[in-house]
């Protein structure tokens, strides 16, 4: 800190421009108070960077990719003839850079002080970048999160590689193992099989995206089956040694898997370390910076959003965590974020979308509850886009609805509903009444309701 340049004092001090801490810096700026932004690297941060947004681009390719193969099932002539993965990258990187740029833009409109370097915390209420401090009134910490390993496995960006690489492959590798079955690894086995790979999922839990109800994850590992995707569930790896070309995974199990390449896709861990938050007396957990349901630190004026704080990772909660501390700051008292009510979304092919509780968890927390499953087959636009898959509603009885979990190809364009349905606590006959544009897949959503609610029309029993 010493001889360092002091730089006039910002209302708030944000660190890391990923989703969280841009969207507190933009509605922060919105609301009239001055910000200092400090990145890194690139403003968007792991979302659009190397996160939601590249694999999302990839996944459409894959999609339109299935959809040349499948051409002829829908009486139009078409063939698979490969990727080129130079084109499918100028696509995705043409995506990234319009959005980046958008970005950019945004940031400097509402008079930001953007600042490029990296930013460490040096008091309560200052952090140093590039020989400068930077005193706030308030700091946010925002430093997001990166790609774990497991010991003994080491990344080395080529053969054994994490998402980071993974969204930036310039060849369709012969096959892959991916280690670790969530959201992410289901996403890029997706991805890779529709490329061309063979691929081999490794899971150490019981269930592929096991976050998910039991009866999602089951219907996703169906449909991964029937795509021919491989996977090993309940199996922990046991040692990962590296080959000329390829890359060896033993298993507790005793079974041994060979590849190209292996995805480590095992979960991601907070940016804490190293950044003077422990010495500013910040309370940590494994790394994650605790706070309160207002995103406050146990230090009075640091706050922290996103990746960093042990809450969902995903950029929407990292939006709205940034916009509460935000408007928290600026005295306007928002409600906290209720997680429950937060939208999810794998979207392999198929999708698997959910808003609310499991039954499991439901049944946890105490409640009386009612369940029922709407099969897509019933459903016209599912038939016509040929998908399989299902909404399942779970309902207190004769109360709210306290889950909505849905699987079949573009489900997460439902959640837009599912998600009011929850959040304003509909019930089934609520629902029911209202009327769905036919042919949609929303169509399902209305049946569900009216199943439930003991009215069912395109729907047996
Ligand atoms: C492969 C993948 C796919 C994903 N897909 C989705 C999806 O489809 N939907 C979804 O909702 N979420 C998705 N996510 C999760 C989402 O990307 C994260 O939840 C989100 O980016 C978290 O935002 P954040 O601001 O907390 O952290 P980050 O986005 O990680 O941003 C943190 C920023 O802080 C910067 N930084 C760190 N330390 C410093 C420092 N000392 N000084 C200055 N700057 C610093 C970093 O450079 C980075 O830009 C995905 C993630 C991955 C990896």
């Given at each position: ?56 681009a990839l996944l459409h390719s894959a999609e339109i990719a299935d959809g040349a193969r499948e051409g002829t099932k829908f009486g139009v002539k078409s063939s698979f003839d490969g990727i080129d993965m130079v084109g499918v990258n100028s696509y995705k ?33 200052s952090v140093e970048v590039n020989g400068e401090i930077y005193t706030g009134k308030n700091i946010v910490l925002a430093t997001g999160s990166f790609a774990k390993t497991l010991p003994g496995i080491e990344i080395d960006g080529k053969q054994i590689i ?131 349901d207002k995103c406050r630190t146990n230090v009075p004026g640091i706050w922290a959003v996103g990746d960093l704080i042990p809450t969902q990772q995903l950029a929407h909660v990292g939006f709205a965590e940034g916009m509460l501390v935000a408007e928290e ?133």
């Amino acid at each position: 800190m010493n001889g360092a340049i002091r730089v006039p004092e910002f209302d708030l001090v944000i660190i890391g421009g990923g989703s969280g801490g841009y969207a507190c810096a933009l509605r922060s700026a919105q609301l009239g108070k001055s910000v200092a932004l400090i990145e890194a690297d690139k403003v968007g941060g792991t979302c659009l960077h190397r996160g939601c947004i590249p694999t999302k681009a990839l996944l459409h390719s894959a999609e339109i990719a299935d959809g040349a193969r499948e051409g002829t099932k829908f009486g139009v002539k078409s063939s698979f003839d490969g990727i080129d993965m130079v084109g499918v990258n100028s696509y995705k990187d043409g995506v990234i850079s319009r959005l980046h740029k958008g970005l950019q833009g945004l940031i400097k409109s509402r008079a930001i002080t953007y600042v490029e370097g990296y930013g460490k915390l040096v008091s309560k209420n200052s952090v140093e970048v590039n020989g400068e401090i930077y005193t706030g009134k308030n700091i946010v910490l925002a430093t997001g999160s990166f790609a774990k390993t497991l010991p003994g496995i080491e990344i080395d960006g080529k053969q054994i590689i994490t998402s980071d690489h993974g969204t930036k492959m310039d060849y369709v590798p012969k096959s892959v193992i991916v280690l670790g079955g969530g959201v992410i690894g289901c996403e890029f086995a997706s991805v890779w099989k529709s490329f061309g790979a063979d691929v081999t999922i490794i899971e150490g839990l019981a269930h592929l995206v096991a976050l998910e109800d039991e009866s999602s994850s089951k219907q996703l590992e169906r449909a991964f089956r029937k795509r021919g995707i491989n996977f090993e569930l309940g199996a922990f790896s046991k040692s990962v040694t590296k080959k000329k070309d390829s890359v060896e995974v033993t298993l507790e199990n005793g079974k041994t898997f060979s590849a190209e390449i292996l995805l480590v896709s095992v979960g991601r861990g907070p940016v804490s370390a190293n950044l003077g938050y422990e010495e500013a007396g910040i309370t940590l957990d494994r790394g994650y910076v605790l706070v309160d349901d207002k995103c406050r630190t146990n230090v009075p004026g640091i706050w922290a959003v996103g990746d960093l704080i042990p809450t969902q990772q995903l950029a929407h909660v990292g939006f709205a965590e940034g916009m509460l501390v935000a408007e928290e700051i600026a005295g306007l008292n928002p409600s906290p974020i209720n997680y429950d009510g937060v939208p999810r979304v794998t979207y392999s092919d198929p999708e698997v979308a959910s808003v609310g509780l499991t039954t499991a968890e439901a049944k946890r927390r105490g409640h009386d509850v009612v369940e029922l499953t709407y099969d897509l087959a019933g459903n016209g636009k599912a038939q016509i886009l040929g998908t399989a898959g299902s909404i399942k509603l779970i309902a207190e009885k004769d109360g709210p609805i306290l889950g909505v979990h849905m699987v079949g190809a573009r489900v997460g364009e439902l959640l837009a509903e599912a998600e009011l349905i929850f959040n304003w606590e509909a019930r089934a006959v609520d629902v029911a009444s209202l009327v769905h544009a036919h042919p949609t897949l929303s169509e399902a959503m209305g049946e569900a309701h009216m199943a439930l609610a003991g009215k069912p029309l395109h729907a047996h029993g």
